[in-house]
């Protein structure tokens, strides 16, 4: 089993949609948890970060942790053209040091004007 | 504010020839910094991070290496490309919590497109 699992989609909505993004993942020692969202040809952009378990908000996007399932969620709301991107999910272990993020595959997301 | 940057933005090497991309990062001191490959269908590939001047680790065996002279400068080089070095390569920075940083939050540049024939 893979540590990170996401749908590589594509996934297709129409604009104006709220779109639900989801990442499991098997290891329970991940604590702190991210989403970015990649345009084609251009680096990941840091969209949302959570530790822990619960909900955070910020504009449009609401990112979801349920650890006790190993769940997390991205939602978009009012969906936008310019939303059209591939969103990673990536996450980490406590304990600080520099051994990197765990990375899903990317959904790719389409909204259709 | 924090950016880093990545050169050349794209590149396309013949098999058996060099390579040297470079990254650097301003507005920031002492950060971690990573290089990632990302192939088609195949997710973000750790290759290398650092922790400070010349300290490099490695997570996956290849015939890349990377180094770094200065503190806000990452190189990723190759004495010969194959083929299978085809692909996107990310560098990225982060600050540990204890130098302000939040959960490692990792950062990326703009990417180098790397093609090799």
């Known amino acids: 089993q893979k540590e990170v699992e996401q749908d590589p989609g594509p996934l297709s909505v129409p604009e104006g949609a709220i779109v639900s993004l989801n990442c499991t993942y098997s290891?329970?020692?991940?604590?702190?948890f991210m989403w970015y969202r990649q345009y084609s040809r251009k680096g990941p952009e840091l969209l949302m970060y959570?530790?822990?378990?619960g909900n955070k908000e910020d504009g449009r996007f609401t990112a979801q942790v349920d650890k006790s399932s190993k769940y997390i969620s991205l939602f978009i709301r009012d969906s936008q053209p310019s939303d059209s991107a591939t969103y990673l999910c990536a996450m980490r272990r406590t304990g600080g040091g520099a051994d990197g993020l765990t990375f899903g595959k990317g959904t790719h997301l389409i909204i259709q004007p | 504010s924090q950016t880093i940057h990545q050169w050349p933005a794209t590149l396309v090497q013949p098999v058996g020839s060099p390579l040297s991309l470079e990254c650097t990062v301003e507005?920031?001191?002492?950060?971690?910094l990573y290089w990632y490959r990302q192939a088609a269908g195949r997710g973000l590939q750790l290759l290398f991070y650092?922790?400070?001047?010349?300290?490099i680790s490695s997570e996956v065996p290849q015939n890349l290496s990377a180094s770094r002279p200065q503190d806000r400068q990452f190189i990723l080089s190759s004495k010969k490309l194959l083929l299978s070095d085809s692909g996107f390569y990310l560098c990225?920075?982060?600050?540990?919590?204890?130098?302000?940083?939040?959960?490692?939050?990792?950062?990326f540049g703009p990417g180098t497109r790397l093609t090799v024939l």
């Open positions: 959570t530790y822990s378990s």
């Open positions: 507005g920031t001191s002492n950060p971690n």
């Open positions: 990225a920075w982060s600050l540990t919590p204890i130098a302000g940083g939040v959960a490692d939050t990792q950062y």
């Open positions: 650092s922790v400070g001047i010349g300290q």
């Open positions: 290891n329970s020692a991940f604590q702190y």
